[in-house]
């Protein structure tokens, strides 16, 4: 739960309080419970933040510290978290509370400070004495050299957490290195047998007809290519010559046999002599991997945080079981993989021009926009909107009168890959509403919601401001007679001083309610966001994140609404790819198609 929030939400600012600023301490977790903690922190170091999601956390002092990241979200500690508390507040302590003995997390609890294996409870039974040592630590630092403080601290963690002392935690330490040393040698079987299979059905069969090219035309078989190994050590490559694109990577599955590469891992990234930051230096240790997390969401470009924050991600995910998945996951991933290529900034798709951005530099976007008071209408299109397009003149005229319209949804990805154009990323109103918070909230950008059914968009305002700390200026349902009350509404909406209008009609209604009333509109960026609210107010539920990130998020919207989604996906999805074989072959001009 706080893990979503804090990465999802990821950047909710309040940046509100003198405490935050002026903090000596932080304490993540959930505020309810840590007040106990607040009290004993604040006799040694007098200013105590409570950070509940990372955007308060943004509004801690640098001078911070002491950061204490309560068991409140153990389930979900993430490693990222940590990194973002060591990036921001560089503090001189963290200390981790820890109740699950996993290795794995162990290691990389403890790369981000002092771990205390315990829960908040038993933490705070001997939190005093605790905090009294971490304030000598820091002392002693100014005159002692890095090792005996290293010392100090190991000499504390295992005071703290008494681990060796009992026979049932030995035993419970000997079970988890059994457990980790079985994980391992299984994933080596695994990743052998997938690599004898591969190597003798496909890269052996594939050698023997590119050495007989050699032989004929004279074409080098291999390339070579330096990678950054585990460790970051240069590791050099070979791949098959002047072939098509997921058969020149076969020979990799050979360093399978070698140990060099995992079969999943971190991503595969060019090898640079220069080393990352100290704080993501554990990130190189990890084998890289034939398949990884980082490029499944590149390639099927779902709203991401960031190579950085992903791979960390997947650090602390990392296990035998999600090793697996994700190589579930690749495979019906390879499908979307495209050739590389610049991404051009339009992408020209029946008679529209699509704005081809990451979201990063779509929330930029609109920011100049907002500061500079400039109104601006953004819709969003996938394969459903483009097929009523094609049969709706007045829509067709609404959305070409956008100023940005951005390609939403694994349809329009496809077409993408049969226009030959490489799209930046995916970009919906769904995934992102997030990082338009962050930046509204920032900004101090008010937002109105309208659309919905009654009730609806006033409790997705509720969890918006909650999770975001932005402020909603008003909400109102979309159930109104727009040609008698559309007057009533557009006033309620510029009497409440709200910056951007997000209206959930579903299109077309909402993309032509704004072209008709944006002259009379206050706020400067209106926006089209379908069944948002539905997703926010927890009406409707949205696909797991993996499922997103294989594009099938459809499959699953039709199990929810069998009855009215069927129609818009299974015949809606492959009408929507033959008008775009058609439009490209014969017209390349929507405007001829009917
Ligand atoms: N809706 C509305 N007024 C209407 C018709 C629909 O507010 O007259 C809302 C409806 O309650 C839903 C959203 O518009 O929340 C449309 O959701 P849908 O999933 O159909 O939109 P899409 O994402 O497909 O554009």
Request: hydrophobic content about 40%.
């Amino acid at each position: 739960m706080y893990r979503s929030r804090a990465i999802e939400s990821g950047f909710a600012v309040k940046k509100n309080t003198d405490v935050a600023a002026s903090a000596r301490a932080v304490i993540l977790g959930n505020k309810e419970r840590i007040g106990e903690l607040s009290q004993i922190l604040k006799r040694s170091y007098h200013q105590v933040a409570l950070a509940e999601t990372a955007g308060e956390l943004e509004a801690v002092s640098e001078s911070c510290r002491l950061a204490v990241m309560t068991d409140t979200f153990s389930e979900s500690l993430t490693i990222g978290l940590i990194n973002r508390v060591r990036k921001a507040l560089h503090p001189e302590q963290i200390i981790c509370l820890s109740e699950d003995d996993d290795q794995e997390k162990e290691r990389l609890l403890r790369s981000g400070g002092l771990i205390f294996f315990g829960s908040y409870k038993s933490f705070i039974a001997s939190a005093e004495e605790i905090i009294n040592q971490t304030l000598t630590v820091r002392q002693r630092r100014v005159s002692y050299t890095m090792d005996p403080r290293k010392e100090t601290l190991k000499a504390l963690e295992k005071r703290l957490s008494g681990r060796s002392s009992t026979m049932k935690s030995l035993l419970k330490r000997i079970t988890f290195r059994f457990s980790a040393i079985t994980a391992e040698a299984l994933a080596r079987v695994i990743e052998w047998t997938v690599a004898l299979g591969v190597t003798l059905f496909m890269t052996l069969p594939l050698l023997v007809i590119l050495l007989l090219r050699k032989l004929f035309t004279g074409t080098p078989l291999f390339i070579t290519r330096t990678i950054s190994g585990a460790h970051n050590k240069p590791l050099k490559l070979l791949r098959f010559n002047k072939i098509a694109e997921p058969f020149c990577d076969l020979p990799l599955f050979f360093e399978l046999f070698t140990g060099r590469l995992a079969l999943a891992g971190r991503a595969i990234n060019e090898w640079q002599e220069e080393s990352q930051k100290a704080e993501n230096a554990y990130i190189s240790t990890i084998k890289p991997g034939i398949v990884s997390l980082w490029d499944i969401r590149r390639t099927t470009k779902t709203a991401h945080e960031g190579q950085l924050a992903t791979e960390w991600e997947y650090i602390f995910k990392k296990h035998l079981f999600y090793d697996f998945m994700l190589m579930l996951r690749a495979l019906p991933v390879m499908l979307y993989s495209e050739p590389g290529g610049t991404p051009p900034a339009i992408f020209p798709l029946l008679g529209l021009q699509l704005n081809n951005l990451t979201m990063e530099e779509a929330i930029n976007l609109i920011a100049i926009n907002l500061e500079q008071k400039t109104q601006r209408a953004i819709f969003f299109v996938n394969a459903d909107c483009l097929n009523k397009m094609v049969s709706n003149q007045e829509y067709f005229k609404t959305l070409k009168s956008g100023d940005y319209i951005f390609p939403d949804g694994i349809g329009v990805s496809i077409a993408g890959k049969m226009l030959k154009t490489p799209l930046k990323e995916n970009i919906n109103g769904t995934d992102m509403l997030p990082y338009l918070c962050r930046m509204a909230a920032e900004k101090n950008f008010p937002l109105f919601l309208l659309g919905g059914k009654p009730g609806i968009a006033e409790t997705a305002g509720k969890n918006i401001s909650n999770n975001y700390g932005v402020t909603i200026a008003g909400t109102a349902h979309g159930y109104f007679d727009r040609e008698q009350e559309s007057d009533r509404i557009i006033k309620s909406i510029n009497n409440s001083g709200a910056a951007i209008l997000l209206v959930a009609f579903g299109a077309p209604l909402q993309e032509e309610w704004i072209a008709r009333h944006r002259q009379e509109l206050a706020p400067q960026v209106l926006m089209g966001v379908g069944g948002l609210f539905d997703f926010y107010s927890g009406t409707i539920k949205r696909a797991p994140r993996w499922i997103r990130e294989i594009g099938f998020e459809w499959v699953y919207r039709i199990l929810q609404e069998p009855g009215r989604m069927w129609q818009r996906y299974v015949i809606g999805n492959p009408l929507f790819l033959y008008r775009v074989i058609k439009w490209k072959v014969f017209t390349q001009n929507s405007q001829e198609l009917t």
